[in-house]
Nanobody, 115 residues
Framework: QVQLVESGGGLVQAGGSLRLSCAAS????????MGWYRQAPGKQRELVAALSPGGVTNYADSVKGRFTISRDNAKNTVYLQMSSLEPEDTAVYYC?????????WGRGTQVTVSS
């Protein structure tokens, strides 16, 4: 069964950095588009970053230059390195993967950025 487990969230001051991890299992890692989404209270979920099997990335305009998505195939893990964090980045961050036309989501990890 496909399973995604996020970790690495927490409380950080504005301007600080944080690295999120997504441990994947239940499918052959490396051949699927994976991404990070986030959702703040009262707001809709939005795409933060995506990574294709070939290494092509896509970022939301609000995080370009500050966030970096990457993967480690040996560890079956996708990362989101976040730098220069802003209070507007506060949200629950979710890992995502599509496997055989089905969507799978992690349980989410909270990121809170204080002013």
């Amino acid at each position: 069964q496909v399973q995604l487990v996020e970790s690495g969230g927490g409380l950080v001051q504005a301007g600080g950095s944080l690295r999120l991890s997504c441990a994947a299992s239940g499918y052959i890692f490396g051949g699927n588009i994976m991404g990070w989404y986030r959702q703040a209270p009262g707001k809709q979920r939005e795409l933060v970053a995506a990574l294709s099997p070939g290494g092509v990335t896509n970022y939301a305009d609000s995080v370009k230059g500050r966030f970096t998505i990457s993967r480690d195939n040996a560890k079956n893990t996708v990362y989101l390195q976040m730098s220069s964090l802003e209070p507007e980045d506060t949200a629950v961050y979710y890992c995502y993967v599509m496997v055989r036309k089905a969507d799978y989501w992690g349980r989410g990890t909270q990121v809170t950025v204080s002013s």
